[in-house]
């Protein structure tokens, strides 16, 4: 469960998050939706402390994050931000595989330079997670060969890898062309029947009405609705 309370965030004199309180279920997929400007994709980041913020409480399966009150987090503070990233994984919505790497080796790299998982178990699971995204014959190829479907959906295995509790997803589809999204939102619908727990920034209701069980609107930095996707939408 991911529980967010009284959260506020300024980028200098302009507000991003206003006071927002809102929770996250185990097990269940929350949509993030409202105009751009929002917050959406800032309180995304602050979940996974890529965003520091400035008052509030973010708690991530019973870890606590609190508001940064310097530039530079405590050793304390730097434990807990490494052990909520292993918890809620990061997609992207430009991606952001390695160039270099191969998808396998793209899937591969984090558990074994993180976790410390064997490279030969690595790469075993990481050969079960691009079967699952749809991939398996694509695991040679690199980034510039893949499309953007295909990119999205290697970054998705590759938060897999790390068995996070919880996936983040920052517009994952909105840089797609319909049939690549068509293949990225096949997968999300997988994992949302598997039982994964998945926040998503999007601007797409068609995704939210298919995959959400829960929507929270932001307007100005405040939740200004939250339901099932019908009412908030």
Same mark, same amino acid.
């Given at each position: ?9 300024a ?9 927002v ?21 800032t ?6 402390g890529?965003?520091r ?12 994050l609190? !508001?940064?009150k ?13 052990a909520i ?5 990061m997609?992207?919505?430009?991606y ?11 899937v ?10 064997a !490279?030969?178990v690595?790469?075993?699971?990481a050969?079960?997670?691009?079967a699952?995204?749809g991939? !398996? ?9 893949l ?6 959906r ?7 890898a790390?068995d996070?509790?919880a996936?983040l ?21 997988d994992?949302?029947?598997q ?29 200004v ?5 019908s009412?908030?939408?």
């Amino acid at each position: 469960m991911i529980v967010v309370d009284n959260v506020e965030k300024a980028f200098e004199s302009r507000v991003v998050l206003d006071g927002v309180s809102v929770r996250f279920d185990r097990g269940k997929v929350s949509a993030l939706v409202g105009p751009s400007g929002g917050g959406k994709s800032t309180l995304l980041r602050c979940i996974n402390g890529l965003e520091r913020f400035d008052a509030g409480r973010i708690e991530v399966d019973g870890l606590v994050l609190g !508001p940064s009150k310097t530039d530079r987090p405590s050793r304390a503070d730097r434990a807990t931000l490494r052990a909520i990233r292993l918890k809620a994984g990061m997609v992207f919505q430009h991606y952001g595989l390695f160039s270099h790497m191969s998808a396998l080796e793209n899937v591969m790299e984090a558990p074994i330079h993180v976790r410390g998982v064997a !490279p030969a178990v690595a790469r075993e699971r990481a050969k079960l997670l691009l079967a699952q995204v749809g991939l !398996p014959h694509r695991r040679n190829a690199f980034p510039r060969e893949l499309s953007g479907g295909e990119q999205q959906r290697v970054a998705i295995a590759r938060a897999l890898a790390m068995d996070p509790e919880a996936l983040l997803l920052d517009e994952p589809t909105s840089a797609l062309d319909p049939e690549r999204k068509a293949e990225v939102v096949g997968v999300l619908r997988d994992l949302a029947k598997q039982g994964a727990t998945m926040i998503i920034v999007t601007h797409e209701a068609a995704v939210v009405r298919e995959i959400a069980d829960h929507a929270i609107c932001l307007r100005d930095g405040k939740v200004v609705a939250a339901g099932s996707p019908s009412e908030v939408l």
